[in-house]
Nanobody
Framework: QVQLLESGGGLVQAGDSLTLSCAAHGGTVSSYSMSWFRQAPGKEREFVAGISRDGAFTGYADSVKGRFTVSRDNAKNTVMLQMDSLRPEDTAVYYC?????????????WGQGTQVTVSS
């Protein structure tokens, strides 16, 4: 069972950049499609960005498209989220997610999250 550990969160000002990392332990990240989600206070967890197992395909929420970039380094068992032009509405706990299909059944694993706070 893969374990995920996020890092890189912090307090920044609007317009700044931040890079989040997700390190996978106990599993091979290349076996999983990886995604980033976020949850703001009082709101439901929402999809932010995702990347296929080989990195060939990526997808983004409309709210972050053009500002965030997801990437992965399978050799280092790591997935990154580069966040540029941050806005106060990007403030949330950011979670790393790993998904793997086993006989057509999706298995999801989550990290504990890292806080990102963007001040205006």
């Amino acid at each position: 069972q893969v374990q995920l550990l996020e890092s890189g969160g912090g307090l920044v000002q609007a317009g700044d950049s931040l890079t989040l990392s997700c390190a996978a332990h106990g599993g091979t990240v290349s076996s999983y499609s990886m995604s980033w989600f976020r949850q703001a206070p009082g709101k439901e967890r929402e999809f932010v960005a995702g990347i296929s197992r080989d990195g060939a395909f990526t997808g983004y929420a409309d709210s972050v498209k053009g500002r965030f970039t997801v990437s992965r380094d399978n050799a280092k068992n790591t997935v990154m989220l580069q966040m540029d032009s941050l806005r106060p509405e990007d403030t949330a706990v950011y979670y790393c997610n790993a998904e793997r299909l086993i006989m057509g059944v999706p298995f999801n694993y989550w990290g504990q999250g890292t806080q990102v706070t963007v001040s205006s």
